[in-house]
């Protein structure tokens, strides 16, 4: 069983930054892929970022490359998401998972851990 908490979310506006953290239980979150989704009010839950187990290999939604970097810190167990130049359409629900395989890393349904969500809110 592993347990996700993420944190960091908030109001900003538009062009402003946040760093979201997601921290995870069990001794075996090194050998984790983590992912970052997001869901805005009546869409479906989209990719937004995924990191293999040791941080060599990243992967972005063409909407975030450039503004958003997934990192890791397997000594703490966090799994991170800062995001720069924040637009309105950012505005979501974000939550940290787990996969099993960096390949399924583009699809929830390969996601087996999810954490509870945080509000990020970018005002106009």
């Known amino acids: 069983q592993v347990q996700l908490v993420e944190s960091g979310g908030g109001l900003v506006q538009a062009g402003g930054s946040l760093r979201l953290s997601c921290a995870a239980s069990?001794?075996?979150?090194?050998?984790?892929?983590m992912g970052w989704f997001r869901q805005a009010p009546g869409k479906e839950r989209e990719f937004v970022a995924a990191?293999?187990?040791?941080?060599?290999?990243?992967d972005y939604a063409d909407f975030v490359k450039g503004r958003f970097t997934i990192s890791r810190d397997n000594a703490k167990n966090t799994v991170y998401l800062q995001m720069n130049s924040l637009k309105p359409e950012d505005t979501a629900v974000y939550y940290c998972?787990?996969?099993?395989?960096?390949?399924?890393?583009?699809?929830?349904?390969?996601?087996?851990?999810w954490g509870q969500g945080t509000q990020v809110t970018v005002s106009s």
């Open positions: 998972a787990v996969a099993p395989s960096y390949s399924g890393r583009y699809y929830y349904t390969k996601y087996n851990y």
């Open positions: 069990g001794r075996t979150f090194s050998t984790y892929v």
């Open positions: 990191i293999n187990w040791s941080g060599s290999s990243t």
